[in-house]
């Protein structure tokens, strides 16, 4: 029997809609359908079956008029079998899905490998035929090659977009970390921090900024950042700003804020984040208090240059000061003298009163040397006894004779010592430029040559630098 | 009003347990792994109240609100008279989640059924009521032809929108243990009043109980 015939015989009202086309005029069409149909009969042979099941049957024997089990010992699902039984005994329809029995059958694939199984699923339907009898059962087949295969792309699809989106969470929960890593730094750093949009509009401002700069946040949080400074540091920092941002380059000035009396040094420093086209997203800045910086250089530098006894500046400064004062007086065509001044017998008073009779010595002579001197005269200490002063626009020759004399008596004034006085002298020489040299330390040379020439002569002439230039003057208390 | 009186529904519980008992032989089979169902409670309700009754379902294994899967068959007696629809109903979330185990498949669930899911999820219902129904075949005695399964996944109150108001629903239900798997589900009978009425007529029947309803 041809599996039209068969089929033709179908009918009833749980017949699926394609088996219930089945009856005369259109069974040709049922070898047009793409699917597979089997009609089994109650006594569990196969009745027929259509053309798209006898392609994909490939060489296996015509199952008309056999059981399917004698058909395919072996290669058969025994679910199938079962679902057959279960059909024709109970009139169950069943439905045998792809995912749990894959290949059913012992189909192939027009133009497949004959090693390759086609994958389908088979529905088993139970239906009665005409004029009524045992219940007939009709397998529909359909082809889930095509399906199989999208579903496996499309789990794999999946997958990977589970793990990339794994990834994008994980990634989210960093920078969520990192945000609240920064936000805590940024709570407790010791410097003031800022943050801007891409036009300088203040988007972030941690206490401690605030603090320094006296800041409400809320109310300044969307002004410009500038709008923090005080107005006149708005006027100088406006244009230096523009520039600096217009040319993405990072600003740094420092300001001064008179914060209740007390003044305070700030350094704002403020550069822009670029974005992966290196265009500025916006600001980020920082200010810090560098008053105690300042005044510690200030203090270092101080330190540097000058001698720490008598306040005095030392070697160095005043040789960089007389190279400067010398460079100045070549371009006004100016003079300058050069004192060279040692103390007398300074040695005799630390030997016989102490060193700190030794430094109220030198811190009184620096002090009456600084005071026969002008504002802009340059007194200096070179070491142990010897003072240097620097007269950048020396005046004449008598002028210069009567500094030195001023000086002579100023030191040779009484010095109070504890409960006496003493008496002490000074030698002083003196080099002019451009008279004498041109070259600094070669000045002071003869500043120094001419000191102890003078000295000579003093002793010789047993004057007060030959003799004892150091005396008790008043070793008793007047009483 | 039909009633169905606790002889019964204990007699109607035993026959169903019996023939669960097969379903879950079936899918042990199919899967290699053990599934336990639990002894179904057996219950005659109006529609309305099963409709209540459905939307509290998903709130037991899954987000409150959630849809329900529909496996459904229509079964007719061979000579006519006596026809019933049967219908398994799982928290779809819950069902998914036993398909997929049963399919092997340990990824974390995609929200919507893929076709071959929806397959496997219909041969699942379809053992479960193909096994309930030779219970009530064998009751009713009479064979009882049944159509392919149909799935769905609807609302609770969507799903008895083509079905007249005065049907009369015998719910069985049932819970369904895999492993860490634990669902419960119910296998509803749905039917027209006479229907039911000789449905119930021939249930006191064989259990030899009186031919009257309490």
């Known amino acids: 029997m041809n599996a039209p015939a068969a089929l033709a015989g179908l009918q009833g009202p749980h017949l699926p809609p394609a088996a219930a086309a089945l009856r005369g005029p259109l069974d040709p069409l049922l070898d047009l359908v793409d699917f597979g149909l089997m009609l089994i009969d109650a006594q569990g042979q196969v009745r027929g079956l259509n053309r798209w099941l006898r392609e994909r049957l490939g060489d296996s024997h015509d199952p008309t008029g056999r059981r399917l089990g004698d058909v395919w010992a072996g290669r058969i699902d025994p679910r199938l079998l079962l679902a057959v039984r279960a059909c024709l005994d109970f009139g169950h329809s069943v439905r045998l899905s792809h995912a749990f029995h894959p290949m059913p059958l012992p189909l192939l694939r027009p133009g497949d490998a004959a090693s390759e199984r086609m994958r389908h699923a088979v529905d088993v339907i139970a239906s009665l035929p005409p004029g009524g009898g045992a219940v007939q059962c009709l397998l529909q087949v359909r082809d889930m090659s095509e399906i199989a295969r999208r579903e496996r792309i499309l789990k794999e699809q999946a997958r990977q977009l589970r793990i990339e989106l794994q990834r994008a969470t994980e990634a989210q929960h960093e920078l969520g970390r990192q945000s609240l890593r920064f936000r805590e730094l940024a709570r407790l750093a010791p410097v003031g921090l800022f943050e801007t949009d891409a036009q300088g509009q203040l988007t972030y401002c941690n206490d401690r900024c ?85 005044e510690h ?30 460079a100045e007086a070549r371009r006004l065509q100016r003079r300058v003298a050069i004192l060279f001044i040692d103390l007398n017998r300074f040695k005799q008073i630390n030997d016989e009163h102490g060193h700190a009779a030794g430094d109220t010595a030198l811190k009184t002579a620096a002090w009456r040397i600084r005071r026969c001197m002008r504002g802009d005269d340059v007194v200096a200490r070179l070491g142990g006894d010897e003072f240097a002063v620097l007269i950048p626009d020396a005046p004449e020759a008598t002028s210069l004779e009567r500094i030195l004399a001023k000086l002579a008596r100023a030191i040779a004034m009484p010095l109070t010592v504890g409960s006496g006085s003493l008496r002490m002298g000074c030698s002083v020489g003196m080099a002019l430029f451009p008279d004498d040299a041109e070259d600094p330390a070669l000045l002071l040379a003869r500043a120094d040559a001419q000191m102890y020439h003078r000295k000579r002569l003093a002793r010789q002439a047993g004057g007060d630098a030959a003799r004892p230039s150091l005396r008790l003057v008043d070793t008793e208390p007047a009483s | 009003m039909i009633h169905l009186d606790e002889d019964t529904s204990d007699a109607l519980a035993e026959a169903f347990n019996l023939a669960l008992g097969e379903a879950a032989a079936s899918f042990a089979e199919i899967v290699q792994e053990e599934i336990v169902m639990t002894v179904p409670v057996v219950e005659l309700l109006p529609r309305t109240e099963l409709v209540s009754r459905l939307q509290l379902l998903p709130r037991e294994g899954s987000s409150p609100g959630g849809k329900l899967c529909s496996i459904a068959q229509r079964f007719d007696r061979q000579q006519g008279g006596l026809s019933t629809e049967a219908i398994l109903l799982f928290p779809e979330h819950g069902s998914l989640e036993i398909v997929r185990r049963m399919l092997g498949d340990s990824s974390p669930s995609a929200e919507q059924i893929s076709e071959l899911e929806q397959d496997a999820l219909a041969e699942v219902g379809n053992i479960i009521i193909n096994s309930c129904m030779n219970s009530l075949a064998q009751i009713f005695g009479t064979e009882m032809i049944g159509t392919l399964p149909g799935v769905r996944s609807a609302q609770p109150d969507e799903l008895f929108a083509g079905h007249p108001g005065s049907e009369m629903v015998l719910m069985a239900r049932i819970g369904m243990n895999m492993l860490t798997q634990q669902i419960s589900g119910y296998v509803l009978f749905v039917m027209e009043m006479s229907a039911l009425q000789t449905g119930i007529e021939q249930i006191r029947n064989f259990f030899a109980l009186d031919a009257q309803p309490a």
């Open chain 1, 210 to 294: 605030a603090q320094m700069l006296q800041l409400d946040i809320g109310r300044q949080l969307g002004r410009h950042w500038l709008s923090m400074l005080p107005a006149d540091e708005i006027v100088r920092l406006s244009p230096v700003w523009t520039a600096a941002s217009g040319a993405l380059v990072r600003l740094a000035e420092e300001l001064c804020l008179d914060t209740g009396g007390v003044e305070r040094w700030l350094r704002i420093e403020a550069g822009p984040i670029l974005d992966a086209r290196q265009m500025p997203s916006g600001f980020i800045g920082t200010v810090t208090d560098v008053t105690e910086f300042r």
């Open chain 1, 297 to 326: 250089a200030r203090r270092n530098e101080y330190r540097a240059n000058h001698d720490s006894l008598t306040g005095l500046v030392n070697r160095d400064r005043f040789a960089e000061q007389l190279r400067a004062a010398i």
